[in-house]
Protein backbone atom coordinates (compact mmCIF):
# COMPACT_ATOMS: atom_id res chain seq x y z
CA UNK A 1 0.00 0.00 0.00
CA UNK A 2 1.37 3.68 -1.00
CA UNK A 3 2.42 5.94 1.72
CA UNK A 4 1.29 9.17 0.97
CA UNK A 5 3.12 12.19 1.79
CA UNK A 6 1.21 15.55 1.88
CA UNK A 7 4.08 18.26 1.37
CA UNK A 8 1.35 21.37 0.28
CA UNK A 9 2.41 24.51 1.61
CA UNK A 10 5.65 23.19 3.34
CA UNK A 11 8.67 25.06 2.65
CA UNK A 12 12.34 23.98 0.39
CA UNK A 13 13.34 21.47 1.27
CA UNK A 14 10.90 19.53 3.59
CA UNK A 15 8.79 18.26 0.55
CA UNK A 16 12.17 16.50 -0.68
CA UNK A 17 13.11 15.34 3.01
CA UNK A 18 10.10 13.89 3.76
CA UNK A 19 9.54 11.80 0.44
CA UNK A 20 12.97 10.75 0.73
CA UNK A 21 12.01 9.23 4.41
CA UNK A 22 9.00 7.60 3.24
CA UNK A 23 11.37 5.49 0.57
CA UNK A 24 12.99 4.52 3.02
CA UNK A 25 9.82 2.56 4.82
CA UNK A 26 7.32 1.66 1.47
CA UNK A 27 8.24 0.78 -2.00
CA UNK A 28 5.27 3.37 -3.12
CA UNK A 29 4.78 6.75 -2.23
CA UNK A 30 2.73 9.61 -3.40
CA UNK A 31 3.64 12.71 -2.40
CA UNK A 32 1.48 15.87 -2.68
CA UNK A 33 2.71 19.01 -3.53
CA UNK A 34 1.61 22.73 -4.41
CA UNK A 35 3.93 24.12 -6.81
CA UNK A 36 6.61 22.84 -9.53
CA UNK A 37 9.52 24.29 -7.61
CA UNK A 38 8.18 21.40 -5.41
CA UNK A 39 7.39 19.25 -8.29
CA UNK A 40 10.84 19.57 -9.85
CA UNK A 41 12.86 19.07 -7.04
CA UNK A 42 11.10 15.76 -5.22
CA UNK A 43 10.92 14.07 -8.75
CA UNK A 44 14.72 15.07 -9.73
CA UNK A 45 15.20 13.20 -5.79
CA UNK A 46 13.38 10.34 -6.58
CA UNK A 47 14.98 9.61 -10.21
CA UNK A 48 18.34 9.82 -8.75
CA UNK A 49 17.33 7.45 -6.06
CA UNK A 50 15.98 4.49 -8.98
CA UNK A 51 12.61 5.35 -8.38
CA UNK A 52 10.25 5.81 -11.15
CA UNK A 53 8.09 8.72 -11.23
CA UNK A 54 4.03 9.07 -12.65
CA UNK A 55 3.13 13.11 -12.42
CA UNK A 56 -0.69 13.69 -12.22
CA UNK A 57 -1.80 17.26 -11.93
CA UNK A 58 -5.06 17.55 -9.73
CA UNK A 59 -7.13 20.96 -8.64
CA UNK A 60 -6.09 19.86 -5.23
CA UNK A 61 -2.29 19.76 -6.25
CA UNK A 62 0.21 18.21 -8.29
CA UNK A 63 0.52 13.79 -7.26
CA UNK A 64 3.55 12.47 -7.51
CA UNK A 65 2.93 8.39 -8.02
CA UNK A 66 6.58 7.25 -7.16
CA UNK A 67 7.71 3.84 -7.04
CA UNK A 68 10.77 2.57 -5.82
CA UNK A 69 13.12 -0.01 -7.75
CA UNK A 70 14.85 -3.02 -6.80
CA UNK A 71 18.10 -1.31 -6.49
CA UNK A 72 21.23 -3.05 -8.51
CA UNK A 73 23.62 -4.46 -6.06
CA UNK A 74 26.75 -2.16 -6.31
CA UNK A 75 29.79 -3.49 -7.12
CA UNK A 76 33.21 -2.20 -5.87
CA UNK A 77 33.81 1.24 -7.53
CA UNK A 78 37.36 1.01 -9.29
CA UNK A 79 39.69 3.11 -7.78
CA UNK A 80 40.53 5.66 -10.13
CA UNK A 81 35.73 6.63 -9.95
CA UNK A 82 36.65 6.77 -6.34
CA UNK A 83 39.40 9.39 -6.59
CA UNK A 84 36.77 11.32 -9.08
CA UNK A 85 34.69 11.36 -6.84
CA UNK A 86 36.23 11.96 -3.47
CA UNK A 87 37.83 15.04 -5.37
CA UNK A 88 34.71 17.02 -6.91
CA UNK A 89 35.39 20.53 -6.46
CA UNK A 90 32.29 22.60 -5.79
CA UNK A 91 32.38 26.51 -6.57
CA UNK A 92 30.08 28.43 -3.99
CA UNK A 93 28.98 31.80 -4.93
CA UNK A 94 27.16 33.63 -1.42
CA UNK A 95 26.95 37.37 -3.40
CA UNK A 96 26.75 39.43 -6.53
CA UNK A 97 29.97 41.05 -5.77
CA UNK A 98 33.46 39.69 -5.44
CA UNK A 99 35.32 40.02 -1.83
CA UNK A 100 34.12 42.91 0.73
CA UNK A 101 34.58 46.48 0.63
CA UNK A 102 33.32 49.85 0.96
CA UNK A 103 32.75 49.81 -3.34
CA UNK A 104 30.41 47.91 -4.29
CA UNK A 105 31.13 48.75 -8.29
CA UNK A 106 34.60 47.31 -7.76
CA UNK A 107 32.81 43.67 -6.33
CA UNK A 108 30.84 43.89 -9.41
CA UNK A 109 33.90 44.67 -11.80
CA UNK A 110 35.59 41.69 -9.69
CA UNK A 111 32.89 38.99 -9.82
CA UNK A 112 32.80 39.44 -13.80
CA UNK A 113 36.62 39.51 -14.65
CA UNK A 114 36.33 36.05 -12.37
CA UNK A 115 34.12 34.72 -14.30
CA UNK A 116 35.13 35.28 -17.56
CA UNK A 117 38.82 34.45 -16.70
CA UNK A 118 37.01 30.90 -14.87
CA UNK A 119 36.49 29.20 -18.63
CA UNK A 120 40.42 30.05 -19.03
CA UNK A 121 41.74 27.94 -16.36
CA UNK A 122 41.73 24.44 -14.66
CA UNK A 123 40.49 22.65 -13.45
CA UNK A 124 37.00 24.10 -13.60
CA UNK A 125 34.63 23.07 -10.64
CA UNK A 126 32.06 20.10 -11.02
CA UNK A 127 30.05 22.24 -9.45
CA UNK A 128 28.77 26.23 -8.87
CA UNK A 129 26.20 27.03 -6.29
CA UNK A 130 24.59 30.02 -5.93
CA UNK A 131 22.63 31.66 -2.75
CA UNK A 132 21.65 34.69 -1.40
CA UNK A 133 22.04 37.95 -3.72
CA UNK A 134 24.44 35.05 -5.64
CA UNK A 135 21.55 33.92 -7.20
CA UNK A 136 21.24 37.70 -9.29
CA UNK A 137 24.56 36.16 -11.53
CA UNK A 138 22.70 33.74 -12.86
CA UNK A 139 19.25 35.79 -14.54
CA UNK A 140 18.61 37.74 -17.82
CA UNK A 141 20.79 40.77 -17.76
CA UNK A 142 23.25 39.30 -15.58
CA UNK A 143 27.31 40.67 -16.88
CA UNK A 144 28.56 37.17 -16.15
CA UNK A 145 25.66 35.12 -17.88
CA UNK A 146 27.19 34.15 -21.25
CA UNK A 147 29.95 32.57 -19.26
CA UNK A 148 27.94 30.88 -16.84
CA UNK A 149 26.67 29.47 -19.90
CA UNK A 150 29.93 28.64 -21.62
CA UNK A 151 30.88 26.68 -18.18
CA UNK A 152 27.51 24.57 -18.47
CA UNK A 153 28.56 23.92 -21.89
CA UNK A 154 31.46 21.76 -20.65
CA UNK A 155 29.71 19.95 -18.36
CA UNK A 156 29.71 22.61 -15.17
CA UNK A 157 27.04 21.70 -12.86
CA UNK A 158 25.14 25.16 -12.17
CA UNK A 159 22.88 25.17 -9.08
CA UNK A 160 20.87 28.27 -8.08
CA UNK A 161 19.26 28.04 -4.22
CA UNK A 162 15.52 28.09 -5.36
CA UNK A 163 14.56 30.08 -2.05
CA UNK A 164 16.91 32.67 -2.77
CA UNK A 165 15.17 33.34 -6.18
CA UNK A 166 12.14 33.48 -4.96
CA UNK A 167 13.33 36.42 -2.30
CA UNK A 168 14.59 38.01 -5.12
CA UNK A 169 11.67 37.44 -6.97
CA UNK A 170 13.48 35.96 -9.82
CA UNK A 171 12.48 32.50 -10.61
CA UNK A 172 11.11 33.29 -13.72
CA UNK A 173 14.13 35.48 -15.15
CA UNK A 174 16.86 32.40 -14.70
CA UNK A 175 18.59 32.10 -17.95
CA UNK A 176 21.22 29.41 -17.06
CA UNK A 177 21.77 26.57 -14.54
CA UNK A 178 18.76 24.76 -12.52
CA UNK A 179 16.62 25.77 -9.58
CA UNK A 180 18.00 23.98 -6.89
CA UNK A 181 16.97 23.44 -2.98
CA UNK A 182 18.62 23.20 0.31
CA UNK A 183 18.55 19.24 -0.07
CA UNK A 184 20.58 19.19 -2.86
CA UNK A 185 22.82 21.81 -2.19
CA UNK A 186 23.50 20.93 1.61
CA UNK A 187 24.07 16.89 -0.25
CA UNK A 188 26.66 18.46 -3.17
CA UNK A 189 28.37 20.21 -0.24
CA UNK A 190 29.40 17.47 2.22
CA UNK A 191 30.10 15.25 -0.98
CA UNK A 192 32.64 17.39 -2.59
CA UNK A 193 36.02 16.88 -2.21
CA UNK A 194 36.77 20.55 -1.98
CA UNK A 195 34.77 23.66 -1.47
CA UNK A 196 35.79 27.02 -2.19
CA UNK A 197 33.70 30.15 -1.53
CA UNK A 198 33.94 33.13 -3.70
Same mark, same amino acid.
Given at each position: ?? +??????????????????????? $???????????????? +?????????????? !? =? %???? *?????????????????QAAVTSAAGSLVLVV? @??????? =?? =? !???? *??????????? !????????????? @??? %?????? @????????????????????????????? &?? &??? +???? $?????????????? %??? $??
Amino acid at each position: MA +VTVDARGLPCPQPVILTRNALRE $SVEVITIVDNDTARHN +VLRMAQKEGCTVEV !E =E %KEDG *IYLHITRGEMPREEPAPQAAVTSAAGSLVLVVP @SEFMGRG =EH =E !ELGR *ILVRGFFHTLG !EVEPLPDTIIFFN @SGV %KLVVEG @SPVVEDLKGLAERGVEILACGTCLGYYEL &KD &KVA +VGEV $SNMYTIAETLLRAG %KVV $SL
